[in-house]
Structures are given as C-alpha cells and as structure tokens.
C-alpha cells in the first residue's frame, strides 16, 4: 500500500489473465513503484487488458460502482468478465433463478456458437439498450410472466433421419404456441425435461443438414432470432461447458477467439482465511513476542518504548495546533530521527 496511499481503490474482483503492474517501469509515467521488485523491471504486461472496471465502472450502464450503497444484485458475464445490474438485465424468471453462468449480450454477438441447443441454457432475448422481452428454452418456458414473453419448445429427440420432404406435423412431433403472458403445448408424445433436446425453431426434419461430414452434430442455436436487431443473452446450468458444440465448425473458434478456456472448469479465487480476524493489535503483537527469544523481545520493548517517548510529543503538536498529520510529516519525522542516530555514531567513533 505504500505505493497507493493517496489513490482511490476499486475493488476489481477476480480477472482472467490479467498480471499485477507494480513494479513495470515506464506504467505509470513518473510514479516510481516503492517496492521496487527487481524482476519486474524488464516486464511489460503486454497481455494486460483494462476495461472500464478499472476507472470503477461496471455494467453496460457504465454506473459508477459504491460498496457501501450498491443493494442490487449483479451478476460476472462468464466470458468478458464485467458486471451487470439485474435491472439492466431483465425480470429473470425463478424458475432458472439457480442458474451458474450468466453471459452477456455482447460476448453472445461477438461468439454466437456459445449459444446452445440444450437443456442446460436458457437464452434472453433482447434489443440494444433494452432489458429482456422474451425466453427460449425449456427452464425458461416453466415460468408464466406477465412482463416478458415465453417460447416453449419440445423437441422429438428420435435419431436423425435424412432430409425428407416437408409434411405435415403429426402429434409425435412438435405443436407450440407462445403469447405474453400464456403458454400451450401440445404434444401426445411428451418427453420427461432430461429426454428433450432444445432447438430454435427447426423441426427435426431438419435436424440432419447440421451435421458435419464426420456425423458431429451442431448444437448452436439456429432462427431464433425473430428480427435482425435482437441479440442473446445466456443464462446456462451447472455442467454447460461439457455441453459446448465441438463440431467441425464451431470447435475450432474457441481458441480463434481466444475463450478456449470456457472448455474447462475454472478454479474459483477464495481468499485466505485471516487467522488474526477479531483480535485486538494488542492481541496479535503479544502473540508476536511470545515467539521470538527473550534476548530478543526485551530489546523489541526497549525500542518501542524509545519510539514512543519519540513520537508521542511530536504528534502532539498536532493536535494542540489542530493541523492534519500528512505522510510527508511522518516521514521527516523519520528523517530527523535517522540523522540523530548517524550523527551520535559520528561523534562516538
């Protein structure tokens, strides 16, 4: 902290290959790094990106950030890493309320094979600067709103056939019905929620053009899109990344895009349990001097209390002049008592 005594912090979070930069030279312009880490001097964080969070701005509203008047809930986009208000987001039905990723609208425009067919991810659908106006999925479909309309989609999950011609829907395959506030399907056929298979709005006789050459189906979501201006916004299960479409076409993005590592389980930071949490400085500083020898420890206290005598008058007048104690204060006080100690060894050699 001695570099940032006089700096506004914010609280970043956890970041995804991001390194610290104190101690890079030339960072900063003329604000040298006190601790001056040797090895960090040839170091240049080439990899590092910033975003707004760094200036304490989160969300696409671009809200300044405060800890202590902050009462909504946000939540982390999985893949760019920012924050969003629930109310930038939209009315989140309960009923995938137990979601574990949530990924923005934009990471969806900028890799759209991250939106998947699948039980295990429920999409948002929305439009530039506007909050969620319609669900697709089958978790999403449970829930009945009033403030956001709802596709409810039922899948046969038969082996695919090849391309036939179009016929009519018989009552083994697919009939849906979506309005604001109401949801009817019927299907004489209907599968337990482990058995469906959530697509867009393709029937299964079309399922078989998705697949690739190698017999890979693609699991991205395909027509779900009702107008060119409506983007996604995922909200995905535990378990979502082993459901990822690694087809001959979509499997080779994710290290193009660099999110290769969407693929694996990341670990979750926890920081270190403080051990001294709750005790008193008089408690921790006892326990201190309980360990170190007694040769040692007296002279500690006889240091202390010399340091004390020092600087109790010196802060004093402080308080009698009713003036602030800045860091340049204490460090000439430092200064001073370092010049008396070489100047008695000067005199004493």
Known sequence: MACHA?????????KRHFRCDCGVNNKFGNHQCQLSVPEKCHATNDENKYNHNFEGRYCRC???????EEEETMYQCALCEDWFH?????????SIGEFESYICRNCVKNHPFIAIQDPKCSIGICRPGQTIHRWVGLAAAAEETNSASVDHITIDHAPPQPAQP???ATPAT?????????ITTTATDKRKLDDCHVDGVEPSSKKAKLEDKDGAV???VHDILKDEDELMELFLEEGWRQKLCRCKQCGPRYEMDKIDFVLQEE?????????????????????QLSKMNRVEALDGLRMYQTLWDQIKPFLQTFQESGQVVTA???????????????????RSA
């Not at 671009?62 to 202590?68: A, D, F, I, K």
């Not at 697919?174 to 109401?182: D, R, S």
Request: hydrophobic share 20%.
């Open 6 to 14: 006089d700096h506004d912090l914010y609280e970043l979070f956890p």
């Open 62 to 68: 671009n809200q300044l950030y405060n800890p202590s």
């Open 86 to 94: 629930e109310r930038c987001i939209g009315n989140i039905p309960e």
């Open 166 to 168: 179009a016929t009519p």
């Open 174 to 182: 697919i009939t849906t019905t979506a309005t604001p506030a109401t």
């Open 218 to 220: 693609c699991k991205r």
């Open 267 to 287: 670990t979750t930071y926890e920081p270190e349990e403080d051990e001294d949490a709750g005790k008193s400085l008089m408690q921790i500083g006892m326990e």
């Open 328 to 346: 340049s204060d204490i460090q000439s006080f430092f200064d001073q008592r370092r010049r008396e100690r070489e100047e008695e060894k000067s």
